[in-house]
């Protein structure tokens, strides 16, 4: 005799309730035994010598709230109710696209994912309880990168209590750094390696010789605890400073990640690495190379925007003032492939929006879940280099005119960051600049539409 659906529902609700009340008894022993050792405790570090009162009060262990319960019996439902359990697998073989936008990614990247990172969050079972589904781990974890809800509302969807969502979240976030970073976020450190990603700008933006894009964005967090206004930045909140250099297919090639937001963006590259990499030449660039159509030497630069100094190794626009139309050309151009960096951050934001809100974890903690969600921006870069389109900006192939992508649409960004700079500049540089704008008005470096869009 089979069982119909209601029959079965019935039936695990009621083997539910007696593992409940089977852990309600364990519950109660438990309870009882903390309670004597915490009395214990107490007693033994009272003591009558009037001598010894203030002494003994201010070292006594502090009493714990007593527990009212061990588990609370509906997240014990989990199997039947929870999102993972039931609504995933449902979008799984319903609705590949729902997968898609409540995962943030295909069916079949998630399970990847899961395969490769769940030997790293897997945890043993005890006595008393079975350890979390890895699957359910990163469920929860990539659910929360995509909002940025609060643990307490993905607690009633997933059937888990906010306080272990707020320990393996983290967990989750440093396994994917471990296993994905070194394999889909790394800078180049070879000459060839270089003159690939130049030649991605030079092919699809028409700059040349430049090897990536720089910017810096800022990310909301809570005040720190007794960190005064080390956090507050000038646009009146805190937060950290996620710095980044970008290739011509919105790859992050480099960030650094925790700078205070009281910083600029000038300021916060002046302490990383790169810079240190790029002053000493240790980083690997090409060695100065004829321009396409051209016989003079140039050296391979970063492209940045006005808050970043000007060196052979960093160009930026021309001052906005007493411009002729030639400068005008040259920012035109430069901005092309700068705005790749822009264009990063607002794809980066739209997928993972919890680093639009302000973000609840400690510094530390942040630049962890901030990491996380750059390298599997990249991972979805390289696994489905077409996807989101619409996103980022794109350009009509006729008349090169510039069609917003949906990402500048949405209001809410990351922030930008502070541009303010105050350094000298050498006069190589300087000199440099002027031929890049020489060689974009000249027959052998300009392109044909660029007289059209100033």
């Known amino acids: ?57 201010a070292a006594a262990p502090r009493r714990r709230r007593r527990r009212q319960m061990w588990v609370r019996p509906w997240l014990l439902r989990r199997p039947l109710y929870g999102q993972y359990e039931k609504l995933m697998a449902e979008l799984t073989a319903e609705d590949v696209g729902g997968f898609k936008n409540f995962m943030r990614m295909e069916p079949d990247l998630f399970h990847e ?14 006595f008393w309880r079975r350890a979390l589904e890895p699957g359910l781990k990163l469920a929860i974890t990539l659910r929360y990168l995509g909002t940025g809800n609060s643990y307490k509302s993905l607690q009633y969807g997933f059937r888990v209590a906010f306080n272990t969502i707020s320990i393996l979240v983290i967990e989750v976030c440093q396994a994917i750094i471990d296993e994905y970073s070194a394999e889909v976020m790394h800078c180049p450190v070879t000459p060839e390696a270089w003159k690939e990603v130049a030649n991605g700008f030079y092919n699809r933006w028409n700059f040349p010789h430049c090897v990536g894009a720089i910017d810096g964005k800022h990310v909301a967090i809570r005040c720190p605890a007794k960190s005064g206004s080390l956090f507050y930045n ?5 937060s950290i400073v996620l710095l980044a250099v970008v290739d011509a297919e919105y790859k992050f090639l480099y960030v650094d990640i925790g700078a205070s937001g009281s910083g600029s963006d000038a300021g916060v590259f002046s302490q990383t690495e790169l810079k240190e990499a790029l002053e000493s030449g240790n980083i690997g660039l090409p060695e100065p190379d004829n321009l396409p159509n051209d016989d003079q030497p140039v050296p391979y630069f970063i ?18 003032r007493n411009m002729s139309m030639e400068d005008r050309i040259f920012n035109y151009r430069l901005s092309r492939a700068r705005r790749v960096v822009e264009n990063a951050f607002g794809l980066l934001a739209a997928r993972f929006r919890c680093l639009l ?18 390298v599997l921006h990249n991972l979805l870069r390289v696994r489905y280099p077409t996807a989101q389109v619409n996103a980022v900006d794109q350009e009509n192939a006729d008349i090169h005119e510039i069609i917003p992508g949906a990402w500048r649409e949405n209001a809410a960004n990351l922030p930008d960051m502070g541009h303010v700079f105050r350094g000298n500049t050498n006069r190589a540089a300087k000199e440099m600049r002027q031929y890049l ?10 392109v044909p539409w660029q007289q059209d869009k100033i």
Not at 234 to 238: P, V, W
């Open 357 to 374: 809100t302000t973000m609840p974890q400690s510094p530390d903690r942040v630049c962890t879940i901030t990491l996380a969600c750059c």
């Open 113 to 126: 994912v899961l395969a490769r990172v769940g030997p790293r969050i897997t945890k043993q079972d005890t």
């Open 234 to 238: 000038y646009k009146g909140f805190f």
């Open 1 to 57: 005799m089979s069982l119909s659906h209601y029959d079965r529902v019935e039936l695990d609700l009621k083997c539910m309730d007696m593992q409940v009340q089977l852990l309600t008894a364990a519950n109660d022993i438990i309870l009882q035994e903390e309670h004597k050792l915490q009395d214990d405790a107490v007693r033994a570090t009272t003591s009558t010598d009037e001598d010894d009162l203030l002494e003994n009060a």
């Open 303 to 320: 492209v940045g925007d006005d808050a970043f100094g000007l060196q052979t190794w960093m160009m930026k626009p021309l001052p906005h």
């Open 437 to 446: 704008v020489s060689y974009v008005n000249s027959a052998a470096g300009s």
